[in-house]
């Protein structure tokens, strides 16, 4: 294996794939030969162009930020001698490659694949057949809790398991996210995962049940059911005989073969490092370019990530209005920021750092690549739900329970999610951990489905694709991924306004 990887020709620093030593030497492709002039930790980058204070520090072929200082040939390039050039609300212009995106276009839908799924009644295809509980309130959280604990002796037939869906709010909330909190909670309700669900709520609360169901719509009464708990007696024996009915209505589906086209992947990261950007993401992205040409549908997300890298975004807009659509979002997430006093690049974590991300362009140009190469076709508020075949762009913070639950609420039936650092934490759909590199994937076997840092041992984009695929498939006709095996199960909604 090499030592290190310049990823784009125009780059001036490369990526150490193993912690290099003051006096190690690597040669270059065009036969320079760099001295490291310190420790350099595996995922960080070294210099291999003598830079001057405010040179721009190239990475991916793009600035990540500029020089603090001068850096001379050897040196470790990283949160001490380099700074953001990130700003505030900018004008942008659609530049599109209009031959390459109408190509692109036209490529969609043209391959077959297919997995085992769920049918429901109004079309939608569910990977998983559970029983979930959705409080309208988090008053009632331990309550659901219980219910499922409980419930989950009677499961049969089908059913995967009973799933309490936990989260704080549903009261004492204003404006925005009130209604947030109605749009996602009735996203989730007619989710196709969930062959049934109870509607748990207390009563007195803002989003009581009758208030949340005209967000619902009609439902199947045999599988979606209500429980008031202040109208109830004794709401345990009332909740476990409603998902008694619910369990007996939903054992009997059946999978059946299902053309890739119904299938709709979440991308996300989290505790990403030095090597997200070049083996688990541009693997996602190819992975999402593989569903699109099923006639599939892709989410990307984490709009804070795209910052530094959205003119990439941009340009493979289908056309001027979803241009508008996404520059709107940006500037609109970038305003979201600067009214609540903090700065747009206050980002990356320090796990992300520790694993050698600089800046914040250096983050999301690593994190854009999970959208692969095919055209942006829309553009989605948060908790809106897609109907549009592609490449789908949601407004969510990067937040990781934030931003998958986005994602399930959208639509997502899985949630691909790429990682350095590893994370054992779920959404409310299956969420499959793909490691950037072997030690996070040898370390945590118990949290990683996939090793992506395969590549780093030589193994080809093109064979993990088809691995990975192939594994997605699986997985969608039923094989459990870890966070399942282990029971885990989250779900977090954005918060945004003032708490009463």
Same mark, same amino acid.
């Given at each position: 294996?090499?030592?290190?990887?310049?990823?784009?020709?125009?780059?001036?620093?490369?990526?150490?794939?193993?912690?290099?030593?003051?006096?190690?030497?690597?040669?270059?492709?065009?036969?320079?030969?760099?001295?490291?002039?310190?420790?350099?930790?595996?995922?960080?980058?070294?210099?291999?162009?003598?830079? %001057?204070?405010?040179?721009?520090?190239?990475?991916?072929?793009?600035?990540?930020?500029?020089?603090?200082?001068?850096?001379?040939?050897?040196?470790?390039?990283?949160?001490?001698?380099? /700074?953001?050039?990130?700003?505030?609300?900018?004008?942008?212009?659609?530049?599109? +490659?209009?031959?390459?995106?109408?190509?692109? #276009?036209?490529?969609?839908?043209?391959?077959?694949?297919?997995?085992?799924?769920?049918?429901?009644?109004?079309?939608?295809?569910?990977?998983?057949?559970?029983?979930?509980?959705?409080?309208?309130?988090?008053?009632?959280?331990?309550?659901?809790?219980?219910?499922?604990?409980?419930?989950?002796?009677?499961?049969?037939?089908?059913?995967?398991?009973?799933?309490?869906?936990?989260?704080?709010?549903?009261?004492?909330?204003?404006?925005?996210?009130?209604?947030?909190?109605?749009?996602?909670?009735?996203?989730?309700?007619?989710?196709?995962?969930?062959?049934?669900?109870?509607?748990?709520?207390?009563?007195?609360?803002?989003?009581?049940?009758?208030?949340?169901?005209?967000?619902?719509?009609?439902?199947?009464?045999?599988?979606?059911?209500?429980?008031?708990?202040?109208?109830?007696?004794?709401?345990?024996?009332?909740?476990?005989?409603?998902?008694?009915?619910?369990?007996?209505?939903?054992?009997?589906?059946?999978?059946?073969?299902?053309?890739?086209?119904?299938?709709?992947?979440?991308?996300?990261?989290?505790?990403?490092?030095?090597? %997200?950007?070049?083996?688990?993401?541009?693997?996602?992205?190819?992975?999402?370019?593989?569903?699109?040409?099923?006639?599939?549908?892709?989410?990307?997300?984490?709009?804070?990530?795209?910052?530094?890298?959205?003119? #990439?975004?941009?340009?493979?807009?289908? +056309?001027?209005?979803?241009?508008?659509?996404?520059? *709107?979002?940006?500037?609109?997430?970038?305003?979201?920021?600067?009214?609540?006093?903090?700065?747009?690049?206050?980002?990356?974590?320090?796990?992300?750092?520790?694993?050698?991300?600089?800046?914040?362009? +250096? /983050?999301?140009?690593?994190?854009?690549?999970?959208?692969?190469?095919?055209?942006?076709? *829309?553009?989605?508020?948060?908790?809106?739900?897609? +109907?549009?075949?592609?490449?789908?762009?949601?407004?969510?913070?990067?937040?990781?329970?934030?931003?998958?639950?986005?994602?399930? %609420?959208?639509?997502?039936?899985?949630?691909?999610?790429?990682?350095?650092?590893?994370?054992?934490?779920?959404?409310?759909?299956?969420?499959?951990? #793909?490691?950037?590199?072997?030690?996070?994937?040898?370390?945590?076997?118990?949290?990683?489905?996939?090793?992506?840092?395969?590549?780093?041992?030589?193994?080809?984009?093109?064979?993990?694709?088809?691995?990975?695929?192939?594994?997605?498939?699986?997985?969608? %006709?039923?094989?459990?991924?870890?966070?399942?095996?282990?029971?885990?199960?989250?779900?977090?909604?954005?918060?945004?306004?003032?708490?009463?």
């Amino acid at each position: 294996m090499s030592k290190f990887l310049q990823i784009h020709p125009d780059d001036n620093v490369v990526v150490c794939l193993e912690a290099l030593n003051a006096g190690d030497k690597i040669t270059l492709s065009d036969g320079r030969e760099i001295t490291a002039k310190e420790e350099i930790p595996a995922g960080h980058k070294i210099a291999i162009k003598d830079l %001057s204070s405010n040179d721009n520090v190239i990475k991916y072929g793009y600035a990540i930020g500029h020089a603090t200082e001068d850096i001379s040939i050897g040196r470790w390039v990283h949160t001490h001698d380099i /700074k953001t050039n990130l700003e505030g609300i900018l004008e942008y212009k659609y530049e599109p +490659d209009k031959a390459d995106i109408d190509r692109k #276009i036209s490529q969609m839908g043209t391959k077959k694949a297919s997995f085992k799924g769920f049918v429901r009644k109004n079309g939608k295809v569910g990977i998983r057949n559970e029983v979930w509980i959705i409080p309208t309130v988090g008053c009632v959280n331990n309550i659901a809790t219980s219910l499922a604990k409980e419930a989950n002796a009677y499961i049969k037939g089908s059913v995967d398991e009973v799933v309490a869906f936990t989260h704080n709010y549903g009261c004492s909330q204003t404006g925005d996210d009130q209604e947030h909190t109605r749009v996602i909670l009735s996203d989730l309700i007619n989710h196709p995962n969930a062959g049934g669900v109870l509607v748990l709520g207390l009563g007195c609360e803002n989003s009581n049940i009758d208030v949340l169901k005209p967000y619902i719509g009609n439902v199947d009464e045999s599988r979606v059911k209500f429980l008031v708990c202040q109208k109830s007696d004794d709401e345990m024996e009332d909740g476990i005989n409603l998902l008694k009915e619910i369990i007996e209505a939903t054992s009997t589906d059946e999978r059946e073969e299902v053309d890739a086209s119904k299938l709709i992947i979440g991308l996300k990261c989290g505790g990403s490092d030095g090597f %997200s950007g070049i083996t688990a993401n541009p693997l996602v992205g190819r992975i999402s370019d593989r569903i699109i040409e099923c006639g599939g549908t892709s989410i990307l997300t984490e709009v804070p990530e795209m910052f530094g890298a959205e003119t #990439i975004l941009m340009n493979r807009c289908k +056309d001027e209005a979803t241009f508008t659509d996404t520059v *709107n979002m940006i500037n609109g997430f970038k305003e979201y920021f600067t009214k609540q006093g903090e700065p747009i690049y206050e980002n990356p974590s320090p796990g992300n750092k520790a694993g050698g991300i600089t800046t914040l362009e +250096d /983050k999301s140009l690593g994190c854009t690549q999970k959208s692969g190469d095919y055209p942006v076709m *829309n553009v989605m508020e948060y908790g809106e739900r897609t +109907d549009t075949t592609g490449l789908n762009l949601l407004c969510a913070p990067g937040n990781d329970l934030c931003a998958a639950t986005a994602l399930a %609420s959208a639509g997502a039936q899985i949630v691909l999610f790429t990682t350095g650092r590893g994370t054992p934490f779920a959404c409310p759909v299956p969420t499959m951990k #793909i490691a950037s590199n072997n030690t996070i994937a040898d370390k945590k076997s118990n949290w990683i489905d996939f090793r992506a840092g395969q590549i780093l041992e030589g193994k080809t984009f093109d064979e993990l694709t088809d691995d990975l695929f192939e594994k997605i498939l699986r997985t969608a %006709s039923g094989e459990k991924l870890k966070s399942e095996e282990a029971g885990f199960h989250d779900m977090a909604i954005w918060k945004r306004g003032v708490t009463l």
